[in-house]
């Protein structure tokens, strides 16, 4: 028998792969990656942990407009869970049925997240995903209605869990009773539970710029700056001014000091020559030099140019900050 499995990389799921196992069930897990995700990066070391077939699905412009109009609406900030999840398992539903497999399972678990994990939520979802009776989530399944396979004897009911709650002490003592070590810590992987970036994001869709992965990327690195008609970020520290450099399309703005210490800055959008200077002057801020008047270097394309600027003042960097 095979099954298809969620695998995020955390510990639910990773035990809910090791429960089938148990059972003589085939797994292969479907790894969802999606441009607000963070901690994605175990999830390989773990499935060969697990001993399992890994398929990657990324969630591209399919994604970005599943957040932006989510049918069942957001959480606290900007995270559509509910639509989120409705969506992974229809994408899952397609690898059954591809795969002949008997059902697909999570490792989600009962009342460990406000929203989604409900009772009533759970059979929303399964509803909605189109996978009735054929979703199985082993980490709770003694407390909810028992799937087809388990009615069928396919999938052994007494040896499942009846998990519920937001604690972790049952799932750390079966990892370490198990032996399963390579999984990614627990709460933080979607940047959309993030008050900042969330609020980040809603400016990107209130200020009329390109919502595409592109600029959704620039939204997860440095201090943000909205200016009229031009997105203004600026480094925090090296890491970030290289990944800054990186993000540098033909048409952006690089802003970089000519003289003292003091991050990049990129600018993206448009500018005319009053504005170039005051982005300049907010990067002025940030310059170390005992100067008031700062030299800041200015690039797009092929064409450089040095401004001298006064710093912004604390008090009008701020206004500009978001």
């Keep these: 028998m095979k099954a298809i499995g969620l695998l995020s990389g955390g510990l639910d799921s990773a035990l809910a792969v090791f429960l089938l196992q148990k059972q003589g069930i ?144 049952r799932q750390l003592e079966l990892a370490e009773k198990w032996g399963i070590k390579h999984f990614s810590p627990p709460a933080g992987g979607c940047l959309l539970t993030d008050p900042h970036f969330s609020r980040r994001l809603k400016t990107l869709w209130e200020s009329g710029e390109a919502y595409n992965l592109e600029n959704v990327e620039l939204l997860k690195v440095g201090r943000h700056f909205l200016l009229p008609s031009l997105r203004l970020v600026v480094g925090r520290n090296q890491v970030e001014n290289e990944r800054l450099e990186k993000l540098t399309r033909e048409e952006d703005i690089l802003f970089f000091p000519e003289e003292g210490k003091g991050p990049l800055a990129l600018g993206r959008g448009k500018v005319d020559t009053a504005l170039l200077s005051k982005a300049a002057s907010i990067l002025a801020y940030y310059i170390r030099s005992p100067e008031e008047v700062v030299s800041v270097g200015v690039k797009r394309g092929s064409f450089k140019e040095t401004l001298k600027v006064e710093r912004m003042s604390e008090e009008e960097v701020k206004k500009w900050m978001v």
């Excluded at 069942?72 to 899952?92: E, H, R, S, T, V």
Aim: charge should be positive; proline fraction near 6%; charged fraction near 35%.
């Design 26 to 169: 085939e797994v292969v897990g479907l790894h969802f990656r999606s441009p607000f995700w963070k901690n994605q990066d175990t999830v390989k070391q773990l499935a060969q942990e697990l001993r399992i077939e890994l398929r990657e699905i990324e969630g591209k412009e399919e994604y970005l407009e599943l957040v932006r109009n989510p049918q069942f609406g957001y959480g606290k900030n900007l995270n559509p869970c509910i639509d989120c999840k409705i969506w992974m398992l229809q994408k899952a539903k397609k690898e059954m049925e591809k795969e002949r497999a008997s059902f697909v399972f999570t490792g989600e678990v009962v009342g460990q997240r406000p929203k989604s994990q409900l009772k009533n939520t759970l059979r929303l979802i399964e509803k909605q995903s189109g996978l009735e009776g054929y979703l199985l989530r082993p980490l709770s399944a003694k407390l909810l209605p028992p799937t087809i396979p388990e009615e069928q004897g396919e999938v052994k009911r007494e040896e499942l869990l009846d998990l519920q709650g937001r604690g972790r002490k």
